[in-house]
C-alpha cells in the first residue's frame, strides 16, 4: 500500500516546529515499521526555495516552496504543488494532517482521502489580535469549514473535535488519538521538587502570563520551585516582552526561566527532570504536550477546557482546573508538589494508561487500518 502523508514535517531532524510536526513524524515513524506500506511524506515550507527529495528511515520526504500570501487564495499554488506530485506517486490513500491546504489538496487529488483534524481554526479565530490577524483567521476558518463538510473520512484525535464540528461532518468517523515519542515511557524518574514544566509557545491561546501571575502564589507556598517555560517566541513579540515585564517586576526572575524552542532530545530531559507539567490553556483540542507528559509519567495540571478532560483524569493522573480559577490553579500545583506520594502515584497511573492509548505502533496500526477502510469503501 502507497501512502501519501500530507502535512508539516521537519527540514532538520530532531527538532519539531510544532504539535501537528511531532504528530507527522511519530505517526510516519510508526508506519515506516510496517512492511506492507511504502510511505511518501509532502511537506510545504517556507524556507524551501525550490522542491528537493530526501530519504529518512525508509520514508521518502517531499519538501515544497510554501508563499507567505497564500491564505488569500487558499494556497492554490501551494495546492497545485501537491496535485502534480500526488500525479506522480499515484498513492492509494492520500492522508492530510489539518483541515487547511492539505485537507483541500487531499479532497481535491481525486484519490481516497483520510483528514486528520486538530486544532479548531474557528476557534483560534476568535483569540485573532489586530484587524489582519482577523481577515487571516477568517479566511483560514471559511476553508476549514469548506474542508470539513467535503471530507467522507476523518480521524478524531479527541471526542472534542466531533462535538466542535458535529453540525458540518458527514464522514465516517476514525477515533484515533495522537502518538507520543516512545522514548518517553522509558524515562527515568529524575525528578527535581518543585520542578514544573510549561511546554507551549509564548502566545495569548497559552495563557502563558497568567500562569506566570499564578507561579507567584506557588514560590510563596513552595520557596525554591521552578517553572520553566519551553516553547517559541516569536509569534507574539509583545504578549512575550508582557510575559518578561511581569517576570521582571514581581521578582520572579530566579523562578521563571523562559527557555524558547528546544529540540526533541533536549525535551526529553526536561520531561525527565520536572515533577508536574502545566498547561493553562483557553483553548486546546489534544495537545501533545499532555500526550507527552502523561507518556512520560509526569501528573498534569492543566484548564478544564476543549479537549482537556478527555485526556486528564481528575484526581488519578493531574488536576483540572477552571479557566480563569488562579487560586485552584496554585492550589493543585502546590499539592502535587508538597506530596511525593501523590506524584508518584499519578505518574504511574498516568503512564500506565498513555501507554495503551499513545504509543506509535498502537497509533499506527489503528491509522492502517483506517487506510484500509477508506480504500475498500473507493472501490466498493
Not at 487547511?100 to 481516497?112: E, I, Q, V
Not at 510575559?243 to 532530545?265: A, F, H, I, T
Not at 520531561?271 to 499532555?290: G, W
Request: aromatic share 6%; charged share 25%.
Amino acid at each position: 500500500m502507497k501512502v501519501a502523508m500530507l502535512g508539516p514535517y521537519p527540514l532538520r531532524p530532531g527538532h519539531l516546529g510544532g504539535g501537528v510536526e511531532a504528530v507527522v513524524v511519530r505517526v510516519v515513524e510508526g508506519l515506516s515499521r510496517m512492511s506492507d506500506l511504502k510511505v511518501h511524506v509532502v511537506t510545504c515550507q517556507r524556507s524551501v526555495r525550490r522542491a528537493s527529495t530526501r530519504q529518512t528511515g525508509g520514508v521518502t520526504v517531499h519538501y515544497l516552496p510554501r508563499g507567505r500570501m497564500g491564505h488569500i487564495s487558499f494556497h492554490l499554488r501551494e495546492r497545485r504543488r501537491m496535485m502534480g506530485l500526488l500525479r506522480e506517486l499515484s498513492p492509494d490513500v492520500v492522508h492530510a494532517q489539518g483541515a487547511g491546504m492539505y485537507a483541500g489538496t487531499a479532497l481535491g487529488s481525486g484519490y481516497p482521502a483520510l483528514i486528520t483534524l486538530h486544532g479548531i481554526i474557528f476557534h483560534e479565530a476568535a483569540l485573532a489580535r489586530g484587524p489582519w490577524r482577523r481577515l487571516q483567521w477568517t479566511m483560514a476558518s471559511a476553508y476549514e469549514r469548506r474542508n470539513v463538510v467535503k471530507a467522507r473520512d476523518v480521524i478524531s484525535i479527541s471526542p472534542y473535535v466531533v462535538e466542535v464540528f458535529s453540525r458540518w461532518l458527514g464522514a465516517t468517523i476514525h477515533p484515533i488519538e495522537n502518538p507520543a515519542d516512545d522514548r518517553l515511557f522509558e524515562l527515568p524518574h529524575c525528578s527535581e521538587g518543585g520542578r514544573v514544566l510549561l511546554p507551549a509557545r509564548i502566545i495569548p491561546r497559552k495563557n502563558v502570563l497568567w500562569l506566570v501571575q499564578v507561579w507567584a502564589e506557588v514560590v510563596r507556598s513552595i520557596p525554591g520551585a521552578r517553572l520553566r517555560v519551553a516553547g517559541e517566541m516569536d509569534s507574539s513579540p509583545d504578549y512575550v516582552r508582557a510575559v518578561r515585564r511581569y517576570v521582571e517586576e514581581n521578582g520572579l526572575r530566579d523562578s521563571v526561566q523562559l527557555l524558547g524552542p528546544l529540540d526533541q532530545q533536549e525535551m526529553m530531559e526536561e520531561y525527565a527532570r520536572c515533577a508536574l507539567v502545566a498547561l493553562p490553556s483557553l483553548q486546546e483540542t489534544a495537545p501533545v504536550a499532555v500526550v507527552e507528559a502523561l507518556s512520560a509519567g509526569r501528573p498534569v495540571v492543566a484548564t478544564r477546557v476543549c479537549g482537556l478532560p478527555y485526556m486528564v483524569a481528575e484526581g488519578e493522573t493531574g488536576r483540572l482546573v477552571e479557566r480563569g480559577d488562579a487560586e485552584g490553579m496554585a492550589r493543585a500545583m502546590i499539592e502535587i508538589l508538597a506530596d511525593d506520594d501523590l506524584r508518584r502515584r499519578m505518574g504511574a497511573r498516568a503512564r500506565r494508561d498513555a501507554s495503551t492509548r499513545y504509543s506509535t505502533d498502537v497509533v499506527a496500526s489503528r491509522t492502517r487500518e483506517a487506510y484500509r477502510q477508506v480504500i475498500e469503501r473507493a472501490e466498493a
